[in-house]
Structures are given as structure tokens and as C-alpha cells.
């Protein structure tokens, strides 16, 4: 039988820049970048990459915005 896996209800999309936002405005109200990674047992310099467009957001950060990851395509522009 296959493990059944938990997921979070599905919502509204958001895309790449809604996610920073998500991310800028919880590190805001939780002190700043680094309380909110250490709230997270995330690493501070990788949040602030995310948020400097240094790097995409993954599974730690995206779970921790209560949020869940899904890859999208699309046909190409002719």
C-alpha cells in the first residue's frame, strides 16, 4: 500500500515575488532576518539570499511560510 503523504489544503497561488513578500513581512514581525531563520533553524544568510534574489526559496523556507512548493510549465511563446 502507498504511504500516504500529508499535504496543506490547497489555496491561491502565489508566485516567486509573493513569496518574498510572504518572507520579508514574517521576518518583520518576528524581529527581523535573523530571528525569524533562528526561530526556523534556518540559516541566516540563506534567507537573506532568498530575499536579495540570490537564491530560489526551498522546502525549509516555503514550510515555514506555510506554504507548499509545486513546479508549474507552460507551452513556450512561438
Known sequence: MPRRRDTIP???WI?????????RKSCNAAGG????AA??????AY???VLNSRRLP????TRALG???ALLWR????
Not at 508566485?15 to 518572507?23: A, E, H, K, S
Not at 526561530?39 to 541566516?44: M, Q
Open 58 to 61: 526551498g522546502e525549509k523556507i
Open 10 to 12: 490547497p489555496g491561491p
Open 15 to 23: 508566485d516567486l515575488d509573493g513569496v518574498v513578500l510572504r518572507l
Open 67 to 69: 506554504l507548499e512548493g
Open 75 to 78: 507551452t513556450p511563446a512561438h
Open 39 to 44: 526561530k526556523h533553524e534556518i540559516s541566516a
Open 33 to 36: 532576518q535573523k530571528a525569524w
Open 47 to 49: 534567507v537573506n539570499d
